[in-house]
């Protein structure tokens, strides 16, 4: 890696013609991560590429439930039945998800993954589950049951307690490899993880930032707003990316941890914050708890921004909360 940095270092800031954009994408996590970066030359793009998916593949070995092999199915295999020691940075994320657990009172929880399952959308595209399968899931979900200990690690407080990555482990996966774009000296970066999780490291040259869409819901060809991000996040969540109708009613992947049962009355939520795990987790949370309280969410957190979209029934279908970026229609 010194090696990488000493001739990324020279690459990034020697004479010659102004930096472009490079782009390239990899998979993992589930989705496709891309990247565009300002650099001097192809070469130089190819070992940050490289570099910053190698960081993005450490955190899917951290945080996956897809692998048995991660450090995330470890805690979930063994912590039902005691202490499981783990490792400064793990601690450090549950620390954090436990905190916004409780800021949201519990609209953002770190231990969604039974109900995930009960609902089908753990592998599959989702299923009306029986009452009986709702409460059995609802009783091992609760980010109280959740103990964290810098000395003795992580524990929870009844078997089948399932920690779930998926409205925080690609926004984090983007922070870390964001960081290590900068150390190598990138300036000018925009990282993107599906299209729902995006980090904009600096500006292109010559501009203010980086220019991203946010789509309308209900037509996704057409857009909502437009940002121009700069050394910030922006997240999405929606209620089209997973769902299945039962009857005349669609339910999203997107749960209510409290009830056991998918949101209702919003569409879609995008939020901007400082870091992505952090727009990542207030983009679910505020889809969760809608409008009013939403935003009194989006109030406590320093540089956050949302777009609120709800499903029609409301008096006001589109609510910003401290936006910056232009509401506007295309066809």
């Given amino acids: 890696m010194w090696a990488a940095t000493v001739l990324l270092g020279a690459a990034l800031s020697g004479a010659g013609a102004p930096a472009v954009q490079f782009a390239d994408s990899h998979p993992a996590m589930g989705t496709d991560f891309s990247i565009r970066i300002c650099a001097r030359d192809a070469n130089a793009a190819a070992l940050l590429h490289e570099a910053a998916f190698r960081e993005i593949d450490r955190i899917d070995d951290l945080l996956s439930n897809y692998l048995p092999t991660s450090e995330l199915s470890r805690i979930n295999q063994r912590a039902g039945a005691g202490w499981v020691r783990t490792t400064p940075e793990m601690l450090g994320l549950l620390e954090r998800a436990e905190d916004f657990s409780r800021r949201s009172d519990g609209a953002f929880d770190i231990t969604v993954g039974p109900l995930m399952r009960a609902w089908g959308f753990y592998r599959g595209t989702g299923r009306l589950p ?27 407080s009844r078997p089948g307690v399932e920690l779930d990555p998926g409205a925080w482990g690609k926004g984090y996966a983007l922070d870390r490899a964001a960081a290590v774009l900068r150390r190598l000296g990138v300036e000018a970066a925009l990282l993107d993880a599906g299209g729902s999780s995006i980090v904009a490291l600096g500006a292109p040259p010559g501009a203010r930032g980086w220019t991203v869409r946010v789509p309308d819901p209900e037509a996704r060809s057409r857009t909502l707003s437009v940002v121009q991000l700069c050394d910030a996040s922006l997240s999405t969540s929606g209620e089209r990316e997973r769902s299945f109708r039962a009857g005349e009613r669609t339910f999203s992947h997107i749960m209510d941890p409290r009830t056991g049962r998918p949101v209702q009355g919003m569409l879609q939520t995008t939020v901007i914050a400082p870091e992505a795990a952090v727009s990542d987790v207030l983009s679910t949370a505020v889809f969760v708890l809608g409008v009013r309280d939403g935003r009194r969410l989006l109030a406590s957190v320093e540089q956050a921004s949302g777009l609120l979209v709800t499903d029609g029934r409301a008096s006001a279908r589109v609510v910003s909360w401290r936006w910056p970026g232009n509401e506007e229609r295309t066809p």
Avoid: P
């Fill in 130 to 156: 029986t009452e009986a399968q709702i409460d059995a899931a609802r009783a091992r979900v609760g980010w109280s049951r959740v103990r964290v200990d810098r000395a003795r690690g992580v524990r929870f």
